[in-house]
């Protein structure tokens, strides 16, 4: 049902972070998958479902609504939650067969999400990351709708990486310009490697890295150095892994998973501070990649206005919710009006920042 349209929603992807422990109780990340079957017990739609006892991992930020609940007395926790874990992409998050009735199948699958909430007693259900039909749909079935955004660039038929620059203003290519020469001249190369050329001792080297990130910003590294060597086993046309290297040794690695039409940076980590590597690295090489693939967009992972002067312009993120409490389902619904509103404004604004030469400024 998957298909090669996002990597995150593949049953080999899930399935590893399963396999090896990335979710689970240790985590408070539980998977509860619904799989929608026909008469003849043929499978007809599934949804990725997890029922969570932490807010961890989800980039659609809700402990203000957590805190709220536990100042009134109440537990927002355990909540339900449609999503990839630990990964803030948009992407499918209602499956179907194809030739089947998606609207039906879509709605059989929602309705038993909600049913399933009621059976665990949680105080919501969250879809995140939808793409906009899934958000549509439920919107349709009464989720109340939550935006954001974030940072992803666009390959407009680009030649080369000199072609993309020529697109900047002034002030912006001489930036990236610099910020490619340093690493230069800093003796600092690059490997460009596809799933199936990564060798277990280069996954142990970027593990190494992706570890250290988490334990210099806090947080967990939830993925495993088996969790990576699975996916590249099962999976490595839809993996790209750059390695940075200077005197021989590797210094840095950023992680990328690829999906038909689109480029996700997910992942980055280094042994030491070296100037720039990080841009080069994790926007540029993958920029690159884009251009030289044919490969229409890349999303580098949440967050981040310093993405902007880079070439990346802000793109808007769905999410929906269900809220079970009355009073707190007015109030959020509040909320989130407020929210959008403030979102509009920051997109129009940055939008207006824009790094190059001319823009299309409708959003």
């Excluded at 059989?108 to 879809?127: G, P």
């Amino acid at each position: 049902m998957a298909g090669d349209r996002n990597p995150f929603i593949r049953h080999e992807f899930l399935l590893a972070l399963e396999k090896h422990h990335c979710v689970g109780e240790n985590f408070g990340w539980l998977p509860r998958h619904i799989v929608a079957y026909n008469n003849n017990q043929e499978i007809m739609g599934a949804i990725p479902l997890y029922l969570k006892y932490n807010s961890y991992g989800e980039f659609v930020f809700d402990w203000g609504w957590a805190d709220a609940y536990q100042r009134a007395g109440l537990s927002y926790y355990p909540k339900l939650v449609c999503t990839t874990p630990y990964t803030p992409a948009t992407g499918p998050r209602i499956l179907t067969v194809k030739d089947s009735d998606h609207q039906q199948v879509s709605s059989l699958l929602i309705n038993s999400a909600l049913a399933l909430a009621d059976e665990h007693k949680a105080s919501s259900l969250h879809w995140l990351f939808t793409t906009k039909p899934d958000t549509e749909h439920l919107v349709k079935h009464e989720f109340m709708l939550r935006q954001g955004y974030q940072f992803h660039w666009t390959n407009n038929n680009y030649t080369n990486f000199e072609d993309f620059l020529a697109c900047l203003n002034s002030k912006n290519r001489k930036k990236i310009k610099r910020e490619r020469k340093l690493v230069h001249e800093a003796d600092i190369r690059f490997k460009v490697l596809e799933g199936q050329f990564v060798t277990e001792d280069q996954w142990r080297i970027f593990h190494r890295f992706y570890q250290s990130t988490f334990d210099r910003l806090g947080g967990y590294a939830t993925l495993s150095l088996e969790f990576f060597l699975e996916i590249g086993n099962t999976m490595p046309d839809q993996i790209l892994l750059v390695l940075a290297e200077k005197d021989n040794k590797t210094i840095a690695g950023a992680f990328s998973m690829l999906g038909k039409n689109t480029l996700y940076g997910r992942h980055w980590g280094c042994d030491a501070k070296y100037n720039n590597v990080h841009f080069e690295a994790c926007y540029y090489q993958g920029i690159a990649y884009c251009i030289k693939h044919g490969i229409k967009t890349f999303e580098p992972g949440a967050q981040g206005e310093h993405k902007l002067s880079r070439g990346f312009l802000p793109a808007r993120t769905y999410s929906t919710h269900w809220i079970r409490h009355p009073g707190f389902r007015d109030a959020i619904a509040e909320f989130l009006e407020q929210e959008t509103k403030g979102i509009d404004m920051v997109i129009k604004d940055l939008t207006e920042h824009s790094p190059y030469k001319s823009i299309d400024k409708t959003t």
